[in-house]
């Protein structure tokens, strides 16, 4: 079954901004309702990707990330600690640094 690309991108569309009011609205650490838009955001993306692919050849930039997050062995920990220790940080931005832990990767053009 191929899934039309408008209304994959449509769907797309609607889960970015229900992401974006779970997020906004007050929220506790742990709320469901966030991790619930993002599974939605993250599956709506899966099908738009999808869909451009099968019909068109083509895909986005970006690809999801495995969630690889809690398999992360201690050497590799060590190796992060080390890194954090030797890097002064000059002019780079907090959330540049943390920009590796994001599922949402950028993937160059083939």
Do not use: K, N, Q, W
């Not at 599956?43 to 690889?68: K, R, S």
């Not at 062995?73 to 959330?95: H, M, R």
């Amino acid at each position: 079954m191929t899934v039309d690309p408008r209304a994959a991108l449509d769907r797309l569309i609607a889960a970015l901004e229900a992401h974006y009011h779970a997020v906004a609205a007050p929220h506790s650490e742990d709320d469901p309702a966030v991790d619930d838009a993002y599974d939605v955001l993250a599956d709506a993306f899966e099908v738009y990707d999808d869909a451009l692919g099968t019909v068109h050849g083509e895909a986005t930039p970006f690809y999801l990330a495995e969630d690889d997050e809690d398999e992360v062995d201690d050497d590799e920990a060590e190796d992060d600690e080390d890194e954090d220790e030797d890097d002064d940080g000059a002019g780079l931005d907090d959330d540049y640094d943390d920009a590796e832990d994001d599922d949402l990767t950028v993937r160059p053009r083939a």
